[in-house]
């Protein structure tokens, strides 16, 4: 079955604390990207990966990190969270960045 | 910077009318225009898409129009029915290099039975 395998699904942690959220496909897409969602702002951009070891920032990437070593992976790394990061966040793939299909989620608290 | 405007922010409409959402951009640079329909607690999902080289595009009860000159692109919705109701969100999409997408703030449709 074809699948975006975001984890975990829920966490909560405290302003500092480094964090990972993993992000995986299967459906061998060279482009992978990440978003948040916030109540009123829709879906932003955080960063995207056009390939492996490509990366480019999104319309919100300041206190985020993302690394593509693996076509398949492409995890968000939070070095120092703060409570304005609390949101859900969304990671997506697709053939060539048309057609995303989404993960799950991650919603995300910092206390 | 680049950005997408999204009307209404809600909606409501009885089951069998239309529902028409609007979207505006900002970037001539954008060529890909897709709607994505979320439904309470789960992933947002494509429903329909469209280039700028095309005008219209329909897929059973759902068609999207866009309009370059003007930068307006809409989602039409016909014959709802309650499993319509959603936050459905517009983007607009720059495919040269790399492809950064940008989303509308959502609409939230509410279909009565």
């Known amino acids: 079955e074809a699948q975006v395998t975001q984890n975990p699904r829920y966490l909560i942690t405290v302003t500092g604390k480094k964090l990972t959220v993993t992000c995986s496909q299967n459906m061998n897409h060279e482009y992978m990207s990440w978003y948040r969602q916030d109540p009123g702002l829709g879906l932003r951009q955080i960063y995207y990966?056009?390939?492996?070891?490509?990366?480019d920032k999104g319309d919100v990437p300041e206190g985020y990190k993302v690394s593509r070593k693996e076509k398949r992976n492409f995890p968000l790394i939070l070095e120092s969270p703060s409570p304005n990061q609390t949101s859900l966040y969304f990671c997506a793939s697709a053939y060539r960045g048309e057609k995303l299909f989404f993960g799950s989620g991650t919603q995300l608290s910092v206390l | 910077g680049e950005n997408v405007e999204q009307h209404p922010s809600t909606l409501s409409v009885q089951e069998g009318d239309s529902a028409v959402i609007k979207c505006t951009y900002s970037d001539s640079a954008s060529n890909y225009f897709p709607w994505y329909k979320q439904e309470l607690g789960k992933r947002p999902q494509l429903i329909i898409d469209?280039?700028?080289?095309?005008g219209e595009k329909k897929d059973q009860r759902i068609a999207v129009t866009l309009n370059k000159t003007a930068k307006h692109f809409s989602l039409h919705i016909t014959e709802t029915q309650p499993e319509d109701s959603a936050v459905y969100f517009c983007?607009?999409?720059?495919?040269?290099?790399?492809?950064?997408?940008?989303f509308g703030a959502g609409t939230r449709l509410f279909v009565k039975a």
């Open positions: 469209i280039r700028s080289n095309v």
């Open positions: 983007a607009a999409g720059e495919n040269t290099g790399g492809f950064k997408t940008i």
């Open positions: 990966s056009m390939n492996v070891e490509v990366t």
